[in-house]
């Protein structure tokens, strides 16, 4: 059993979080804070936590937090970069929700973020949460930064491949659909019903803030440069993404079925759908699990990745719990054994 | 730990039960059964349950579901009733979340499934589970007809005024919607996507299966006949029942919400909003509880009831978990601790 | 050709009204005002125009709108009543789509508004806009107070039976569904897709703004008080109101098919369906028409009536160019001939 | 004014196709078949075209079709085919909404279509009614057929770039999403709301019955063979594609605005978004325009277009109706004069 506090808990990412974390076995949830409704009882804000949650939202106090053995925030950036180094210095553990440890190189960070790094210091201690391919780091660290929904389900198709250089790097292709959950809770004219269902459209075409994030994850797994074109589409839906990946294979003659599903097999939370698949991203709604499938249409030299996951679970709240596990050493799916809800 | 089977496991009711039992720590599923999928991987029909549930389809088989502590119906009406004397006469317990024995009357039950009835000898033991009501009875039962997902909804919010006789009973109103997938499974024209969303529209006001069950119920509420309008409707969401309810207050005195919580304190799946609430259906998305609120409008003698659930949880799978529960000696929340998903 | 203005037209009523005038063959658009947009390209905020209108949003000039023959107003409620007056001095019709005008008593207009009108002296003089009622009085009108989209549904419906004395006028119940576009274009977190879509509730059950106008409109028509319920409910969908509609039949022996179609069998968008009928939103989804049924339920002596429009068309902008159409003489259909969408 | 027959009528483009000619001004309709509707009002099915459309569905009449001057067939694949050369015989000119005559090779018709092509001889003569680019040979065909939806975004978005020999030809991606109606009206569990809603996925990777179409017409444009990967997804709306294509660039120092605002500069119904724009399906809801942008993301070699277009406007019956407009001499827009639908 550890303490936990949840900094900023009134976005989507927050109320998800505040689901998963109200039915973890080793969590004691110590505080939510929120400057903005403190007073306010968490259930209040969402209905579906009456009954499972007590708490009302705090502001948020240095002595709660700094007596948690881990702070989630789940916050828009910025915020956690200005706290964590006084937790980190109580002794406490953070994983951040939010872009503030994403980025390894603070001058990356502050072109695409607009902002100067308060702590550019810690960016080379913080680790990149992305279990599959950090297990080991992350279960050392004192900050995690927590991936971002979309470079999530990019990277986890397209790692088996560049891993192992079977795709020219130059030019890939990530064409990527979110619900529009993504866009958060904030009042925006764009993510109104009446604006955002039956409709469809890209976005962020010329540059999204998750294409250098893609971009640092896939260097790394690759060793080298490489090129990305990456296309966001917000589709009517409340939750999930489909990745559809593009890749010109080097070597036609590789099994891909089975390299997909080598990579994967070990991996609580990623599921190699059988040869032919389609995934949906309704077979992941509400569970942390990435199901994914890889095709090699009409025999071409072009691979298809096709990568699905619920954007504010393994996209966000799932990803942070499961890091949280593996930092505690609890068992890696405890607290994410929850089915999908289909339909 | 009990031996489980379901007949019927292909519909939307069906894999919401598979979905609960799954996860249910009491519960060894040892059949899921259907002539067409014979042979058929469940999870190859439902991806939510990849990893969760390795069984195929199998055709019933009398000696498998013989050999079960329980077995559910999960089937169209007129399946159940037919085979489940031959289960009691093998000691096995059934739960039947068709319609077959919802009704004490064989006749009129005849009226309205137009069909006669295979056991009508059964009909005066069956327990209607709706466990607010018969919680003593369920326990003890060895065949329990679980409410259709109207009835639960509308039932629940006009009990506490029934029961009391707070309201003139010969001009009861229930305008009701439910989401898409009350409809079921089926390939029909009038399901599809395009015929179903952005569009409201009323169905059955003639008449509806669910009215008998519905006055059935408050009958026995009220000890005497009631009047029911009720008219379903069809709003463009997948899960979800709105009961909106309508009563003349005898007594514009009573205190109608201390009335409500005295009535469910002890519910735990009945949850009283406080005074001037509006519950939203997204509140008990994939949650087994009934939200509800009551308004006495501008101060006048028409009480208004909303009520809100899950119409294939509360409605159907969830509410024959917590039958099953019931029926042996588990904690009754058990496997159904899961929150709603929100958004 | 008349020479038209709009003031306001940023919002949903605007970008349909915009719509419909932009086809209209008599009417020559002048101006189309915003503070907040001015110098914005309309259909820079609102693509489906493009091509179709080529005006730039300007800040109000009472110059240009003192120059029209008429002016709408697409604002917020609390507009039209500062700039009617000076319009009216300069010969300009009115067409207010907002609430300014709706209400006879001032009283009841501040208790509901909770602002002071700003010149109660016209409340008299306008014009109520139903044209089903007040066909004569609008042709004649120099403002014309549009009606609301739940005051339109609701009385197109009651109104066979209020006329003629039909049903016990003391215990009406309106229970009225709507699309999100009824909460307009603001950005509001209730509006979100996240929020509103997947959902379903009743809201403003304690007291909504279009009670009293309903009420109003009911008594007109009975000549006498009216007790009514009114509860509307958020559905999740973009258009679409559907109003289902209770009273209790004073005398059951009544022909109800007939006494509705022959109330309505001159109005050229209203329209009655056969007997056993349930209209559908869709069914008028972008047009101006009303469609709505009567039943009757297992024989019982309480009508329920079914009436649906799109909330934007006829319970808005549609029914403001057909009243505009009345006033200039046009045939009552010009300009609103479009077909609903479907699917 | 010409008479107009349209076999099979019961569909999602066929309904569009009967709105559409509903309203045109030119366009007597004479018979609206359907073997298995035969007698039902066409109003009755589509209650959208209540007071528009007065005829009732019959069977095919070879008399009165033979009498048309020209017959839409809104059928399934493999009907028109049959049909088209006594009408032909009879001096009726045609237009195929299906894929009878879209392929000029019958061995890839067949191939893809799964059936002997019942005349292969006519296959040579029908034109390929995409306008922008056989506007002159629709005018004089014979027979037309109507492109298929994704086809028509894919060729429009492409074309400038082909036709100029910008791209690599090679190596085109077309990353295509539709709304639910492609799949048409017929009862399938896959199209059920609750299936396909709240859901995203990709289908068909392996191949679909558009690749060939857009193939052929896009190695006619560049006067090569082009290599080309299509993968197809179904998002959750009604109508809308959206399609979203890359190629690389081989001079990267084009004006890709200038040359896209050029080669459409006279098109009624293509309209090339200013520099940086997203264009949204919403934005053609209802209406014949393809709408799109182009884009050259982080100053690459990569170009991405997005197009959008109603499926069942300009890539199903208003794109039938523009051929007709053009097939006898009416003002292109006739009858598709129709604004968008926002929201």
């Known amino acids: 059993m550890i303490k936990v506090g949840v900094v900023g808990g009134t976005g989507y990412t927050g109320v998800e979080l505040l689901r998963l974390l109200a039915g973890h076995p080793q969590v004691e949830l110590r505080a939510v804070t929120s400057r903005?409704?403190?007073?306010t009882p968490v259930a209040e804000m969402f209905p579906n936590l009456r009954g499972h949650l007590d708490l009302a939202f705090t502001a948020p106090d240095p002595a709660t937090l700094g007596d948690c053995d881990l702070v989630f925030f789940a916050t828009p950036n910025g915020i956690a970069m200005e706290m964590t180094p006084a937790l980190l210095a109580d002794g406490v553990r953070v994983i951040d929700l939010a872009a503030d440890f994403r980025l390894r190189d603070p001058a990356v960070w502050e072109q695409w973020y607009g902002m100067p790094h308060a702590c550019p210091e810690l960016l080379?201690?913080?680790?990149?949460?992305?279990?599959?391919?950090?297990?080991?780091a992350v279960s050392e660290a004192r900050v995690v930064a927590n991936p971002g929904c979309y470079p999530t389900a990019v990277q986890l198709g397209f790692?088996?491949?560049?891993?192992?250089?079977?795709?020219?790097?130059?030019?890939?292709?990530?064409d990527a659909k979110s619900g529009v959950s993504g866009a958060g809770r904030k009042a925006s004219v764009g993510s109104l019903l009446c604006e955002a269902s039956e409709s469809f459209k890209a976005y962020a075409v010329p540059g999204h803030r998750h294409l250098p994030e893609i971009r640092q994850g896939l260097e790394r797994a690759a060793g080298r440069s490489v090129g990305l074109t990456f296309v966001p589409h917000l589709t009517p839906m409340i939750r999930g993404i489909h990745a559809t990946l593009y890749g010109r294979l080097r070597d036609p003659g590789v099994d891909l079925q089975s390299l997909f599903e080598a990579r994967y097999v070990a991996e609580p939370f990623v599921d190699v759908?059988?040869?032919?698949g389609h995934p949906e991203t309704r077979s992941v709604k509400g569970a942390n699990h990435c199901r994914m499938a890889v095709?090699?249409?009409?025999?071409?030299?072009?691979?298809?990745?096709?990568?699905?996951?619920?954007?504010?679970?393994?996209?966000?709240?799932?990803?942070?719990?499961?890091?949280?596990?593996?930092?505690?050493?609890?068992?890696?799916?405890?607290?994410?054994?929850?089915?999908?809800?289909?339909p």
């Open 159 to 174: 790692l088996p491949l560049v891993e192992q250089g079977l795709i020219a790097p130059e030019s890939l292709i990530a």
């Open 295 to 342: 095709h090699r249409p009409q025999g071409g030299d072009t691979v298809v990745v096709l990568a699905v996951i619920d954007n504010l679970v393994k996209g966000a709240a799932g990803q942070a719990v499961q890091n949280m596990n593996i930092m505690f050493g609890f068992p890696e799916t405890a607290g994410l054994e929850g089915i999908a809800l289909l």
């Open 124 to 136: 080379e201690e913080a680790v990149y949460g992305l279990p599959e391919v950090n297990r080991a």
């Open 36 to 39: 903005g409704e403190a007073g």
């Open 273 to 276: 759908l059988p040869a032919g």
